[in-house]
């Protein structure tokens, strides 16, 4: 059995791998879903200051804390950028990767140099996000109505810092991994170049799902195959 810690992407929390952690459990393995500072249920703790870095920080943290080894980081969408600097910081505590439609910056790299800012109204001096209406249409694409709404009410903005900041990576590349990369191919950002430089760079395993940018929500069973297979 494995110990598994799945980061989540922008504007969610650690609900999003609901779904996904309790199959995982139920077959006997450890999971973490940690929800990132500023995020989900901790938006109250917006403040200036946070960014990929003092998030990965914290995870980083956690992991000494919990005295965790061997383990197996899992990121979504923006939670890449945390995986990937939450790696660098612990690098003896884990032993592989999965990036899953990740957004994987290279040193110095923005969120924005990748994704623009399109869609991404509700901007405030600590935070930015779409609009509840905005994660909803986006969504209910994907999902049926119910799962949707559920999704929906739980988004959150996020820290604007993780988006405007570069990304701070000094050591990550570098270093050798043992990684998987899983494109959504009816995602549309990051999109597949930026998967398959991720996949090159680190020699890593590829893989494709058909579906969109939620495969977590969406096709669970076939990520669990992939997270625990690598």
Known sequence: MATFVLIHGAFQG????????????????????????????????LRPGITTETQAEEVAQF??????????????????????????????????LVFSDALALMNGECIRDITGSSGLSAQTELSIGPTRDDRYNRFIQELDEETASWAADRSTVHPIGCF???????????????????????????????????????????????????????????????????
Request: net charge negative; hydrophobic share 40%.
């Open 14 to 45: 650690g609900w999003i791998w609901k779904i996904v952690a309790t199959k995982l459990r139920d077959a006997g393995h450890t999971v973490y879903t940690p929800t990132l500072d500023g995020c989900g249920e901790r938006a109250y703790q």
């Open 63 to 96: 992991l000494w804390s919990e005295d965790l080894n061997d383990v197996v980081l899992v990121g979504a969408s923006a939670g890449g950028m945390v995986m990937a600097k939450t790696a660098e910081l612990a690098r003896d505590r884990i032993s592989r």
């Open 164 to 230: 405007t900041s570069p990304v701070v990576l000094e050591k990550f590349w570098d270093q050798d991994w043992d990684a998987s990369v899983i494109w959504c191919k009816r995602a549309g950002k990051p999109g597949e170049p930026h998967q398959r430089r991720c996949a090159e760079a680190l020699g890593a395993r590829w893989h494709e799902l058909d579906t969109g940018h939620f495969p977590m929500l969406t096709m669970p069973d076939a990520l669990i195959d992939i997270i625990t297979k690598g």
